[in-house]
């Protein structure tokens, strides 16, 4: 066992950046797949970015484009320098947070900055992850005191945008769900500067700011309602589910709420220790999402499914079965507003049984389980989390195994994902009314699979290496010049499709894509 990395030593090139990677990924547990070492051959000798003669890709000093300061890193800040951090602060928070008022704002930042941040951490780009801090700060101007009986805490009250509106009851209101998806942003970030050794990282005032606002919302959450519907939940089963109510579901407030707890939990404890309540509401939290987490055994690789069956009534996934090009609906004019009717002949509805979870909402997984990895065990010391019951790696390879053995449809050089967390693949969310008077058809098949590139899922190559293929295929694809290849990327993957000189919200996309790619090797 000692005389093979002699030997490795050795090697001409054992220097290199890229064989130091590859050796790691050769002492990982799970190894390299076939596919992965073709994916290293391919990236050394073809890949577009690489373009050049094989001495010169192959001498000491070259990096994969993929790589802590390859050239897909450098496009990542050349474009975020270039378009998207002005229109971040221009465009989502000047504009639409603190001038309108809109606080879905805050939920667009989230899936704007998320990969970022986790890709300049893994980088050890601290300059920059200062700098995202100071962008972020003016989100907290935007907070007010709130109502009673909160009237002891802040909060982001919806006042503007298209989404709050009177029908839907939410203006003038605290949307808690955007609330927390923020939250989930800034405490991501500010528990990465908090663990910092740096001193003046964890001074920054944004970590200051975003602990005091995480822990108030924490505490103004845990309240004998919800520690009710926790405990109503952890002993529902699936047949208890009325009609379309969600008041048996586990959601995204509660996979947020979760999340913020874990990142809350690497602030300093001096000023904050969490009330019983709290506690209890974070501990319950966890119960319910490690018994909503349903592990299928039978199969080489255990594969996971979130909140099985308990979704098999709800109105969005009637028709997870049905895969028709045609949507069941169709958008009519009436009375100078237009409002979804079905189509003549009636296309019936087809749920599927243990769809659970659909795959963009299912984006939350990746902070979570990465929250867990960087902060589960102060998390367990402050809350009082019992031992294991936090995702384990095993948990986390089920989810990882699901996505790539039942969710992908298997094509490495044009993949695609379906709908559903639990594998079916039809209309998602048809005619679905999020209050503002638009009329939307739903998602086809295949319609949410854009989710994979740019909601981080491409990061769980670390479990594995599979998917990281995967979106080296989907980059591939991305900047091909081929007539087949861009029809494919405009349909399935219209935001990676955008022209480098759009204007920075139309960039987004591109950012969340590429920059879950880099430093995984």
Same mark, same amino acid.
């Given at each position: ?88 602060? =221009? ?49 907290? =101007? ?13 909060? $982001? ?40 050794? =740096? ?17 108030? !919302? ?68 966890? !119960? ?22 308990? $979704? ?16 069941? &609906?169709?958008?009519?004019? !009436? ?16 749920? &599927?049984?243990?769809?659970? $979870? ?47 053995? &039942? ?22 969310? &048809? ?82 894509? $590429? ?5 995984? =090797?």
């Amino acid at each position: 066992m000692l005389k093979a990395p002699c030997l490795l030593c050795r090697h001409p090139h054992a220097n290199s950046p890229l064989f130091v990677g590859y050796f790691e990924l050769m002492r990982l547990p799970y190894g390299l797949s076939a596919l992965g070492i073709a994916l290293i051959t391919s990236i050394w000798a073809s890949d577009p970015v690489m373009a050049g003669p094989t001495s010169a890709i192959r001498r000491p000093n070259h990096l994969s484009p993929f790589a802590c300061s390859g050239s897909v890193e450098k496009r990542v800040w050349a474009l975020w320098d270039g378009v998207i951090k002005d229109s971040v602060r =221009n465009d989502l928070i000047e504009k639409r947070l603190l001038s309108t008022g809109d606080t879905y704002a805050l939920y667009d930042l989230q899936t704007t900055l998320s990969n970022l941040v986790a890709m300049a951490h893994r980088c050890g780009r601290h300059s920059r992850l200062v700098q995202l801090a100071d962008l972020l700060l003016p989100v907290f =101007n935007g907070m007010e005191t709130l109502l009673p009986p909160n009237e002891h805490h802040q909060g $982001w009250v919806c006042r503007g945008g298209s989404l709050c509106t009177k029908a839907n009851r939410r203006l003038g209101r605290e949307v808690l769900l955007v609330s927390l998806q923020g939250l989930g942003l800034l405490t991501d970030l500010a528990s990465r500067l908090a663990n910092y050794p =740096n001193s003046s990282f964890q001074q920054h005032s944004f970590v200051g700011l975003t602990a005091s606002a995480s822990q108030s !919302h924490l505490e103004r959450m845990a309240t004998p309602e919800l520690r009710d519907s926790l405990r109503l939940r952890l002993q529902a089963k699936p047949v208890d589910v009325k009609g379309n109510s969600s008041g048996l579901l586990f959601t995204s407030g509660d996979i947020w709420r979760y999340t913020i707890a874990m990142n809350t939990a690497a602030f300093s404890a001096e000023s904050w220790y969490p009330s019983k309540a709290v506690r209890g509401m974070v501990r319950d939290t966890a !119960h319910l999402f490690a018994k909503r987490t349903t592990i299928d055994s039978r199969s080489a690789s255990p594969r996971a499914n979130l909140d099985a069956h308990f $979704w098999d009534r709800r109105v969005d996934h009637a028709y997870a079965g049905y895969d028709g090009v045609v949507s069941p &609906v169709k958008c009519v004019r !009436h009375q100078g507003k237009l409002r979804a009717v079905l189509r003549n002949p009636l296309i019936p509805r087809q749920p &599927v049984s243990g769809t659970g $979870w659909d795959i963009s909402h299912a984006r939350r997984l990746v902070p979570l389980f990465e929250a867990v990895e960087r902060n589960g065990s102060q998390a367990s010391a402050t809350f009082g989390i019992p031992f294991g019951l936090l995702p384990t790696r095993l948990v986390r390879d089920a989810y990882t195994n699901q996505l790539a053995d &039942v969710i992908w449809n298997q094509d490495p050089k044009y993949p695609l994902f379906s709908n559903y967390w639990g594998g079916a693949n039809g209309w998602y969310r &048809v005619a679905y009314k999020p209050g503002n008077g638009s009329c939307r058809i739903g998602y086809p098949p295949f319609g949410l699979t854009s989710a994979f590139p740019q909601g981080g899922f491409i990061t769980w190559k670390v479990y594995k290496p599979q998917l990281g293929d995967l979106g080296v295929s989907l980059f591939r694809l991305s900047i091909s010049t081929r007539p087949s290849d861009r029809v494919f990327v405009t349909k399935y993957y219209p935001q990676l499709a955008v022209p480098d000189d759009a204007p920075g919200p139309r960039q987004y996309g591109k950012l969340q894509f $590429w920059s879950s790619l880099i430093g995984l =090797n």
